[in-house]
Every structure is written in structure tokens, then in C-alpha cells.
């Protein structure tokens, strides 16, 4: 393919104007601004007309690759014949017919569906929840909520509040307050039983019911975790660690919040992961995969013991968004749905994980790869100055190595990936959930030429 015929325009204009997210602009002085113009199957393709291997579904969204006309169409459809209408005291058919399905996926009696437009909206609204419910069911003083260290979970200032990464929340402050910390399940550094996986989860849910008691349990309304943390490079959950939760949270009546924006949605080969991991969350947030990224779209799914309050009376939720269920997303989240189940997209997964890790795991003869962890499609390579050790970077190193060496290069090589250092510095992959060991493959490859280069750079 050839360049955009615009593309000149586009630069200047992209620096003149565009604002970019969660971007340090001054890096476009000397540089191009990456432009994506289209995409098919698991590539996309740049302004240049250069192709890259989706490494990472744009941003854990994109489950079913590019290019998928009946998610285009279903969109079209739905804008010619109703473009919007809210969700306020009103319904449409297609939010209706999407929480229907939504809920009947969704693990044991999580049945009602609050449409929002994206994970961070999800986050904030399962919060004000639980707070609502608490007051309307007795307990007013319960508000506070438990997260973990270096976990991600939005921008808005409860959800910035809840998440867990200081350098983050700190041009921000004050946040919201009444949000408190506990250690995330990161194994690989596990400060206690290093040798001893369960052990070890046993220990950090533990550190949940010691927070609950720290705050006192009257004053604990969530507790927020995802079941695969993604911020710090893929923490899986150690055997026995959820079911300690659930333990914890029934003891305290509070509610276990499964933060799913990412791993719903086939992500760990399943639509919900709780159900992976075989624990019974109060609520489940979810975004992105959702519609696979061909509208915005998310949701915030609650038990039927939650909503019961509300359904009494001049009750109600004070809560909503104008884009909130749009139409639009909605019908395009059906047709994501449709899609999923025609294709077998979660048998796909569950088929070719094992593979995805078995090719990555091929990366740990290179010295600068210290642990290799994640499940489904959804992986973190932590990288590190000396395996032996597990010794890490310290900032300038991780500044050269990541920002400046390893994204770019990455992207050369055409893999579009994130190397990330919000905390030890890993590199994210979260393909398209249809790929297959040829695209395993490649991306390994081209980490490989990569990462040794980085290495040799140090
Ligand atoms: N929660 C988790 C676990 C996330 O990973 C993200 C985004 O990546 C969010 C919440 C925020 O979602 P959004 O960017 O759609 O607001």
C-alpha cells in the first residue's frame, strides 16, 4: 500500500492539534507521529503504508481482529434507524437484548447490566454503588474501598483514586479519599514464600481481611481486583487466592469487585474470568472486548441482592451517563456476541494458549528475560538487568531502555506492542483472540532480535 495521500497534512496537523492520550508530546519534535490508518485481521497498517502484528488488540480491545464487516454493518444498521436515545427511564431494544445476554454469561446471579461507555466509568460506577447500597441498606458508614499496589483501574478521580500507581495519581491530588492498598500477587518478587505459590496467595488475601480490619469493617464497602492484574505485567492469581477473597469478603460484608476491563471477553479464554478462576464476584466491571473495539462500550454487571434496594420505592440510582448503552455500541455488542459464538472464539483460545505460552517461554534463554507470566491471550515479559538476581533498572536505565530503544524499535520491526515501567519494566502482548501459532511466531521473532539488541545496549 502506498502512503496517505494527505499524509504530509496529516503530521502537521496531527502536532498542530491532536491531543494526545497519556503522551509525552515533546517526543514529536524530532519524530513522526505514528498514524494508523486501517487494519485486517490481526495486522494493521500506518499512513506509510507499513504493516504491523497487533500485539496488543490496540489497547487489550480488539478480540476479534480488524476488518470485521458485520460489526461495521450492525453499527450502520442501528444509526439508520435509531441513532440515540438514553438509557434515562427510557430502554431500547438493543441495550435490552445486550444485558440479557451479558447477564446470562455472566457468572451465577450477576443479572443486571448498567451500561457505561468505557472501564473507567465502570470502575467509578461500581464504587458509587456500593457505596449507595450500603446507605439504603443500613450500613451508611461503609465507603471505603480496598485495591492493589500498581494496579490500574481508569482515570476518573474515584476510579484514579482506587488505582494503586502513585506517579499517576499524583498530579491529581487530593483524590477522592478512602481508598487503601495491599499487596498485588506479583510471584515472580514475591517478598514472602517465594518458593511456595499458594502459600504465598494465602498471604497476600490475607493482607485484604488485615486492610478491612486496619479501617474497621464498618467502614469498607469494595474491595477491587482484576483477576489478572495487568499493571505491573500480568499477575495471574495463585491457586486458593480468590476463594480466600470471597472468604474475606463474606466475613466482612464487602464487596468483591472483579475489574474485568480487560480480561472479560475471551481475553483468558472464557467471557468472564471469574469463572476462570471459579470465584463469585458482587460485581463485574468490563469494557473494551466488549465490542471489540468497533464502538465504545462498557458496563458495570451487579448482583440481583444488589439492585433489590432499588427496586423499592422513590429509590433509585443516582448515576448515569448521556452515552451510557448507546445504541450504537449496544447493537455492536450483540454483534460482537454473535460472532464469538459462531466462531467458537473461547475454544480458540483455550486451544492455542497453552501454545502463546509455550512460544514466549522460548524468550527465557535471552539474559535480559526474567519471568514470562500471564494466561489466555494476555501476557507480560518482565525484563531484567541480571536473571540471576532479578536485579531491575533503575529509572535512567529504564527511561534508555523502554522509551528510548524499546517501544520504537518494537514498532520498526512491525510488532505494535507497550513496554511499560509502571512498575518493573515488562513488555504487554494481548493479541487479537484469533490468532494463531503463526502469529505467535512472529511476534517471538521479533522480540527476540529486539530484545537481544536492548540487551547489548545496556
Ligand atoms: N480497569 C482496568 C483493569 C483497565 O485495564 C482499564 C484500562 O485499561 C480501566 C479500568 C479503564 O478503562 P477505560 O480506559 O476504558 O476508562
Excluded at 457505561?116 to 439504603?136: C, H, N, P
Excluded at 499487596?183 to 505459590?197: G, K, L, Q, S
Aim: hydrophobic content about 40%.
Amino acid at each position: 500500500m502506498d502512503q496517505h495521500p494527505d499524509y504530509d497534512h496529516l503530521q502537521q496537523a496531527a502536532k498542530d492539534h491532536l491531543w494526545m492520550h497519556f503522551t509525552r508530546h515533546s517526543t514529536y519534535d524530532t519524530s513522526d507521529v505514528p498514524i494508523i490508518v486501517r487494519g485486517e485481521g490481526a495486522y494493521i497498517y500506518d499512513a506509510k503504508g507499513k504493516r504491523y502484528l497487533d500485539g496488543l488488540g490496540g489497547l487489550f480491545v480488539n478480540q476479534l481482529g480488524h476488518g470485521r464487516t458485520e460489526l461495521a454493518e450492525a453499527a450502520a444498521k442501528q444509526a439508520a434507524s435509531m441513532a440515540f436515545h438514553p438509557l434515562w427511564s427510557y430502554a431500547h431494544p438493543t441495550a435490552i437484548e445486550l444485558a440479557e445476554r451479558v447477564a446470562d454469561y455472566a457468572p451465577g446471579d450477576l443479572n443486571r447490566v448498567f451500561f457505561t461507555t468505557g472501564g473507567g466509568e465502570a470502575v467509578e460506577s461500581a464504587w458509587k454503588l456500593a457505596k449507595q447500597y450500603f446507605k439504603l441498606t443500613g450500613q451508611p458508614t461503609k465507603h471505603k474501598v480496598i485495591s492493589r499496589a500498581i494496579a490500574y483501574h481508569g482515570t476518573p478521580q474515584g476510579a484514579l483514586s482506587i488505582t494503586g500507581i502513585p506517579g499517576m495519581k499524583a498530579p491529581f491530588e487530593p483524590l477522592v479519599p478512602s481508598t487503601f492498598r495491599v499487596p498485588n500477587t506479583n510471584f515472580y518478587r514475591a517478598p514472602v514464600h517465594e518458593d511456595d505459590e499458594e502459600a504465598f496467595g494465602l498471604w497476600a488475601a490475607n493482607r485484604i481481611a488485615e486492610a478491612i480490619e486496619f479501617e474497621g469493617p464498618d467502614t469498607v464497602a469494595a474491595v477491587f481486583l482484576e483477576p489478572v492484574q495487568n499493571s505491573g505485567g500480568c499477575f495471574p492469581p495463585p491457586p486458593g487466592y480468590f476463594q480466600r477473597v470471597r472468604e474475606i469478603c463474606d466475613e466482612y460484608d464487602v464487596l468483591l469487585v472483579s475489574d474485568e476491563v480487560i480480561c472479560a471477553f475471551g481475553r483468558l479464554g472464557h467471557m468472564f474470568a471469574a469463572e476462570r478462576y471459579g470465584y463469585q464476584p458482587d460485581i463485574i466491571t468490563c469494557a473494551k472486548g466488549i465490542t471489540s473495539g468497533y464502538a465504545p462500550l462498557g458496563a458495570m454487571i451487579a448482583s440481583d441482592r444488589l439492585m433489590e434496594p432499588f427496586l423499592q420505592g422513590h429509590n433509585s440510582f443516582m448515576h448515569g451517563y448521556t452515552w451510557g448503552g448507546h445504541p450504537v455500541a449496544t447493537a455492536v455488542g450483540l454483534a460482537n456476541l454473535d460472532v464469538f459464538e459462531k466462531e467458537n472464539i473461547l475454544d480458540h483460545v483455550r486451544s492455542n494458549e497453552d501454545g502463546f505460552r509455550a512460544t514466549l517461554e522460548r524468550l527465557t534463554d535471552l539474559p535480559i528475560v526474567g519471568d514470562v507470566r500471564g494466561a489466555g491471550y494476555f501476557y507480560g515479559i518482565e525484563l531484567v538487568k541480571d536473571k540471576g538476581t532479578k536485579e531491575t533498572f533503575n529509572d535512567a536505565e529504564a527511561e534508555k531502555l523502554l522509551r528510548g530503544f524499546l517501544s520504537k524499535a518494537l514498532y520498526d520491526e512491525g510488532l505494535y506492542c507497550r513496554a511499560d515501567d509502571r512498575g518493573d519494566p515488562v513488555v504487554q502482548l494481548a493479541p487479537p483472540l484469533i490468532c494463531d501459532q503463526s502469529h505467535f511466531d512472529e511476534i517471538e521473532q521479533i522480540l527476540r532480535v529486539v530484545l537481544d539488541k536492548a540487551y547489548t545496549l545496556l
